[in-house]
């Protein structure tokens, strides 16, 4: 079965603009959560989506945000960019609300100037 | 708040040579799991461990729990150039280690 596809792949925006990402989870599953990785901080956790409700937050400002469909499909915004935001973002699927497995898409790599 | 560590930070060995790399917490975790990511990839999962004591072999790779369920060690014998990658340990709650990157040279 296809894999988590994030869309873009890759894209870049000066500080102040705004970027939304997209990720399709496998088919089925109900989880998807966030996160960003950089070569500073390793990866951390924005927020998980179950159901269209975000259940788990990471420690991140309300630049931050995120939404779910009906259909599971997710997307992250960030506002007024920085130039620290600069980093690959990862999200991933799973069956369960904050369990088991999680399958990770190849990431959309975000370039702030 | 629950934090994983992980050591090495590095680790750049030839292919044949063993190696250990540590995942530690001051925490209890009722699970923790290992994930390894190539590069322009995302992590995929590659054990996980929920009992104290547990230990998961995946052919040369063997995972272990601590007893008291704070840190997790992956060992891997006669590494191959296939094995390089950012090993993560992972706890429940999205808490992630900082990686070991491993660079296995042929």
């Known amino acids: 079965k296809a894999g988590v596809t994030q869309t873009p792949r890759y894209l870049i925006k000066t500080r102040g603009q705004q970027v939304t990402l997209s990720c399709s989870p496998i088919?089925?599953?109900?989880?998807v959560s966030w996160y960003q990785q950089t070569p500073g901080q390793g990866l951390q956790f924005l927020f998980e989506y179950f159901s269209e409700t975000q259940r788990n937050k990471g420690n991140f400002p309300g630049r931050f945000s995120g939404r779910q469909f009906s259909n599971s499909r997710s997307e992250m915004n960030v506002s007024t960019l920085e130039l620290g935001d600069s980093a690959l973002y990862l999200c991933?699927?799973?069956?369960?609300?904050?369990?088991?497995?999680?399958?990770f898409g190849e990431g959309s790599r975000l370039t702030v100037l | 708040t629950q934090l994983l560590e992980q050591s090495p930070q590095f680790l750049s060995i030839q292919e044949g040579e063993n190696l250990t790399v540590y995942c530690n917490s001051s925490?209890?975790?009722?699970?923790l799991q290992w994930y390894r990511q190539e590069p322009g990839e995302g992590p995929v999962l590659l054990v996980t461990?929920?009992?104290?004591?547990e230990v998961k072999k995946l052919k040369r790779l063997t995972f272990q729990f601590g007893d008291a369920r704070k840190d997790s060690s992956l060992h891997i014998t006669a590494a191959q150039p296939g094995d390089t990658g950012l090993y993560l340990c992972?706890?429940?709650?999205?808490?992630f280690g900082p990686g070991t990157r491993l660079s296995v040279l042929p």
């Open positions: 992972v706890g429940q709650n999205f808490v």
């Open positions: 461990v929920v009992t104290g004591g």
């Open positions: 925490s209890v975790f009722s699970s």
């Open positions: 088919s089925g599953h109900r989880s």
């Open positions: 991933a699927s799973g069956q369960g609300l904050n369990t088991g497995e999680l399958f």
